[in-house]
DNA sequence: TAGATTGTTAATCGATTAACAATC
DNA sequence: TAGATTGTTAATCGATTAACAATC
């Protein structure tokens, strides 16, 4: 096992690799070769070795990898079972959309509560979660604590509140608003979703033709 | 202007461009350097310059770029301004929140139908948009033909409904499902908004510290 | 044992950064 | 004019691929 930083393209890829995994586990695939497993992600066999080697061995030779271990392995990697804790800012459409179709608690993460300002909706619960009042956030969070906050909040409000989770010790800050957050405490991980760019990504790439 | 495939990395910091200039433009900003825009996006005056290079020479020695004439090209090269035009399949949380909060009109692309299946949607519009039932998305597209297909639908049917945007013309699909879909039919370009791929790539970088 | 496949080292490829002549 | 800043070529860095000894 090397003991280097791992580069983000390999990160970008594990979740992926996770993911495959799991179907081959479901379809009741018991062993894969890094060549079998690269050929199904579009991948090289090297790659996949080679991205693995970051972390350990778990193949072996002449046999390949046991498809459940290597999954475990993965998940363990990846976080999956540290007892991650979130709590949503914003319940409105998007928000309601990852708390009742998301399955955080598939991924390692439980969500804990929700905030809004909506009086409808605050002292309600939405797919079992709470949901309390944005003003209540520092309270809520000195006595539960989380370390991440998912952002759906409307993006004029996205840098206050995303402060706001920072100050009160949040350690990453899943970013569904269209805003490129100023957050910049030393050690907060910002992940963006911007569905912008992806859509404009998109764009580009069917203009090409002709 | 270098005529050569532009790299996918290039592609992806495009977005952000964009999205940067049309910020400065609104600041009443006219004027900037490579290196002042680097500064403000992490990046280093001169990949900045490399990027804009793909596409042609758009700013001025000693002056900088036009901020408002560099995001016309921007928007351009991203193809903002082709008339791209999208269906969308699945009202569910996730669909509603893309339909109501989602401003596709300002990416160059008209949402002009969605799909479902549930009987109180279908027949009704949200955002102005109209809901067809699902069964008339090939009668749909054949009138009113789309290059983008928007996929908010349950995982389990994202692959058929895919084949089915395919087979009717679509030539780009936006996949919110966390599923890995199996179209590829050869200039088919698949934009994957892969949630939980997001949420542990966050989970890893959270976990990282002792 | 023979065949298969690993983990790792070396070679290649591509992307980022640095340097600089051109010029506004 | 002098200073600033571009577009581009060359140098560096990092990531991917290929090769192969080790070994199950």
Redesign the interface.
Known sequence: MKKQKVSSAV??R???Y???LNDLHQAGVERISSNALGASLGLTASQIRQDLSCFGEFGQQGYGYNVSSLRDEVAD????N?G?CAVILGV???G???M???H?D????TLAAAFDVVPEIVGRSCSGVPVYHTDQLEEYLTQHPA??GVLTVPGRVANRVAERLVSAGV??I?NFT?I?LTVDAP?I?V?D???????????????E?P
């Open positions: 990160i970008r594990l979740p992926r996770y993911r495959h990697i990846l976080g999956v540290r991650h409105g459409n998007l309601r959309a990852l009742e179709n998301f955080f598939r991924f390692g993460v370390n991440i350690k990453g899943w269209n490129e050690d991980v992940e979703v911007h569905f912008a760019d992806s859509l404009l990504a998109l764009n580009y790439m069917i203009s033709a």
